[in-house]
Structure formats: C-alpha cells, structure tokens
C-alpha cells in the first residue's frame, strides 16, 4: 500500500504520524524480550540497514544513539556527516518500527539521496552491545535523555553506569565521544559522577564542547529536548571522551 493511502501517514508530508506508534515512556531494560541477535558483529547485516552503502564493504557504523526513541537526533545527524553511518537502537517496538518507517519516508521524498546512512534497530543496549559493534569501531555514542529510574534499587537499570561504561570504552575508538543530557538533575550529576570516576574517560573541555556542532543538537534534535525547551527545563550534560589507547 502506497504512504498515501496509509491512514498511519500524513498526506502532506508523506511521514509516519506520530500518534499511531505511541508507546510507553521507557522499557524494562532487564527483562526478556524477543528479537534477533547477531551473534558477533561481523553476522551485522548492513545491506539490511544500508543498501545503497552495501558496495562500499569497508564502511563501518560509526555513531549509535542508545535508545533513540522517534529519531530526532539521526535525521539531523544524518545530513550534518553524511559521510558517516549511524543506527539507532531502541527497545520499544512501536517506536522502532515508527523510525523505521520514518527513514525509509525521508529516502523516498529526498531528492538528493540523504537519509541512506541511517537505520535503526531494536535491540537492548545494556545487553548486546559487543554483538553489534567491534573493539574500537565507534566514534560517538550519545545518551540522550534516558529514564532516569528514580528508585535507588532500579539504578542498576540505568543506561549509564560504572560497569557498562566499560562495554562502551571497549567499542569506543580513542578520541570517541560520549554524550549524555538529562533534564534530572540526580541523574545528570549521576552519569558525570561515572564517567569521571571511569579510568578510560576525560571530560571534554569548554572550548570543545563550544565547537563541536553536535552539541547544541543534544536539545534541540530530539522530542524530549523540545518539550524540556518548551516548558522552561533546565538540562545537564555530561560528554567525555575516550582516552586514546596506549600501545
């Protein structure tokens, strides 16, 4: 069936409308659910995700937005480094498929062929990171408004932690990049707190974050970030980057 005719798509823009793939605020990162696995990075399948780059075989993912909810950040991202793939990866099945259909609307209507170097996948990070990235292959992560688990005996479903920073230094390249924003202030001052204390990660000074283009897009690129703007909210970031490997 033609987007047109779709009930679940605008007629004016020829995208996905929002309110048909709404689902719950935040998932259960610990609980079971069910969808493909790759076994190992190289069973990644990037014809599926990238199929006008699957002739460039020594292309590789290079930015992950960990729970990238209704894809904000990735279009934007997607025309500022066009060069770069990227793949969001989200638990909640509704809004992964609301992305999904969302990039494929956008590489439809481009007329310049943007939007082919980002997909999406659902998937749960806190578990299956080393499945879908190798040592080093990453250049940016971003972290971008996560539940924030308010119960202290539920931090240990937070995205951001000690022990999982190790997974994230692991397929990080030195001089990667890590960016976290929060409209809580607890959990602001708890991601910062873990990255400082993490012996692969160096806060990023002023005059870096000032030039670095992805910064501002952190609020602006994402629905979370628009409804903190719109209502007054404060936001706290955290970005470090990786320290480069010492051979």
Not at 54 to 67: L, V, W
Not at 80 to 96: A, N, Q, S, Y
Not at 112 to 138: A, D, H, W
Request: hydrophobic share 35%; aromatic share 10%.
């Amino acid at each position: 069936m033609d987007t047109e005719t779709k009930p679940t798509f605008s007629k004016s823009t020829g995208l996905p409308r929002k309110k048909f793939y709404r689902a719950r605020a935040h998932s259960n990162p610990l609980s079971d659910s069910h969808f493909p696995i790759p076994i190992s990075p190289s069973h990644v399948d990037l014809s599926l995700h990238f199929p006008k780059a699957n002739n460039e075989a020594s292309k590789k993912i290079e930015f992950a937005d960990i729970g990238c909810g209704f894809g904000g950040l990735l279009i934007s991202l997607a025309t500022l480094f066009p060069d770069r793939l990227m793949i969001g990866m989200e638990l909640r099945d509704k809004v992964t498929e609301y992305v999904k259909e969302r990039i494929l609307a956008l590489r439809k209507t481009s007329s310049e062929g943007e939007y082919e170097n980002i997909s999406v996948v659902r998937t749960n990070s806190m578990k299956y990171i080393p499945n879908y990235f190798e040592k080093g292959q990453l250049s940016k992560m971003f972290f971008l408004f996560p539940d924030p688990h308010f119960k202290e005996k539920n931090h240990r479903r937070r995205v951001i932690s000690v022990d999982l920073l190790d997974e994230y230094a692991y397929v990080l390249r030195g001089g990667g990049i890590v960016y976290t924003i929060t409209d809580v202030e607890e959990l602001g001052e708890w991601m910062k707190s873990c990255l400082e204390k993490h012996p692969m990660f160096e806060s990023l000074t002023q005059e870096e974050l000032d030039s670095d283009p992805v910064v501002e897009l952190l609020c602006s690129a994402t629905e979370e970030g628009q409804k903190v703007a719109r209502n007054g909210g404060q936001t706290f970031r955290a970005i470090f980057r990786r320290i480069a490997y010492v051979s």
